[in-house]
């Protein structure tokens, strides 16, 4: 009987052990079936699966289709893109009712991530205008007259092909911008805007310089066909026929500070000071700095005041002030965040950077500091 009571307990205990070891053999297989399936889930997908980046930037171009040479732009932008295994260029042409604010805004909404200006000045200013206080920066074809902004940034000039290496292969940099406000238009006898008049509250973003005098003539009679066949030099051209014209009486008010008077041919308040065919009428400007530079400009005794006024501007280039009292040609400088021009007796033409703003009495012209990020060397 001990025995057998013995084998009996020996029997249940081995029975007991076998399903012990049985449940401990599931649990250890599903324990291991749930790793791997967690592993496999955190773990990366091969280099073959995984979905693909685009490479490179989404370039988008808005370009003037009235400029010389816009359907051959077009072609080496596709072009240069291709070469370098870039995403398809985007196009958007201007018109005159939208001169490329929409365009650039449009751009940006599928997705480009460099928006390029494709023409003069006109359609820079129009581009910044809408990337201005954004991330999308701003890059230039040059192919307008005075290309003032492209002088400034050192840009290429002359080769489209140069230029878009600077677009895919530049870094960006932010700049200041300008904007000038028309705070009172010019009026005849009756009270009403005269059909060249500005009109109030007209506000304009500018790059380079806002003038009004003397410059803002010049540009408002540069004949449009001229500047076509001879590019800048039409400016100069027009400039002529206002040499005799009358001095303006100003009055100037920096920084909200006390009002100064004065006489004058010309002035201008800059955010960089390089124009066409070498001239540099800003030496201390800096597109950079988060102020802009005014420049009164004024003449007497005629052709010889010009004269002295011209060799000012050639020595101020070269790094050399002359500073002497009673010159008949002569530029004043100082700098300014804020400036308010009021034309004394009568409306005067004003221009941003190259285009005519009409006849003013009143100008409000500050900076917006780093507001514009653009695409340089």
């Known amino acids: ?33 749930l790793w791997r399936r967690t592993r496999s889930q955190h773990l990366p997908r091969p280099a073959a699966e995984a979905e693909p980046d685009e490479a490179g930037e989404r370039v988008a171009v808005v370009v003037n289709p009235s400029k010389e040479g816009a359907a051959e732009l077009v072609e080496i932008v596709k072009q240069v ?7 398809a260029p985007l196009f958007y042409e201007t018109t005159v009712e939208q001169p490329g604010g929409a365009q650039a805004r449009e751009a940006v909404a599928a997705g480009a991530d460099v ?18 206080g954004g991330d ?43 904007w000038a406000r ?18 109030p509250g007209d506000t304009q973003l500018f790059l380079v310089i806002a003038g009004l005098g003397f410059d803002a003539a010049m540009v408002a009679d540069a004949d449009a066909s001229l500047k076509r066949r001879v590019g800048w030099m039409a400016y100069f051209l027009a400039g002529v026929r206002h040499l005799h014209g009358r001095r303006l009486q100003v009055q100037v008010v920096l920084d909200h500070g006390e009002p100064v ?6 002035i201008m308040v800059g955010n960089c000071g390089r124009l066409p065919g070498g001239v540099t ?37 070269a790094g050399l002030r002359a500073g002497l009292p009673g010159k008949i040609g002569r530029i004043d400088h100082a700098r300014a965040r804020h400036t308010v021009i009021r034309v004394m007796g009568g409306g005067e033409h004003a221009q941003v950077d190259g285009d005519p703003l009409g006849r003013l009495r009143e100008l409000e012209v500050w900076v917006d500091p780093g507001a514009l990020r653009v695409r340089t060397t």
């Open 1 to 33: 009987m001990a025995q057998s009571r013995y084998g009996s307990s020996m029997g249940w205990e081995l029975w007991l052990l076998a399903v012990a070891v049985l449940i401990a053999c599931a649990a250890l297989t599903l324990a291991l079936v």
């Open 81 to 87: 893109c291709a070469d370098a295994a870039l995403p």
């Open 115 to 132: 928006v390029v200006a494709a023409g003069g000045d006109g359609t820079v200013r129009a581009v910044a205008g809408a990337l201005a």
């Open 136 to 178: 999308v920066p701003m890059a230039i074809l040059p192919v307008g007259t005075g290309n003032l902004l492209a002088r400034n940034l050192d840009l290429p000039l002359a080769s489209v092909a140069d230029a878009m290496g600077i677009v895919i292969g530049g870094r960006d940099h932010r700049i200041d911008v300008g």
């Open 182 to 199: 028309v705070t009172e238009s010019d009026v005849g006898l009756d009270g009403e805007v005269r059909p060249d008049g500005a009109t």
């Open 261 to 266: 008077e004065a006489r004058l041919r010309s």
């Open 281 to 317: 009428l800003l030496p201390d400007a800096e597109i950079d700095d988060g102020v802009l530079d005014v420049a009164a400009i004024d003449t007497r005794g005629g052709l010889a005041g010009w004269a002295q006024l011209l060799g000012e501007v050639v020595m101020q280039g």
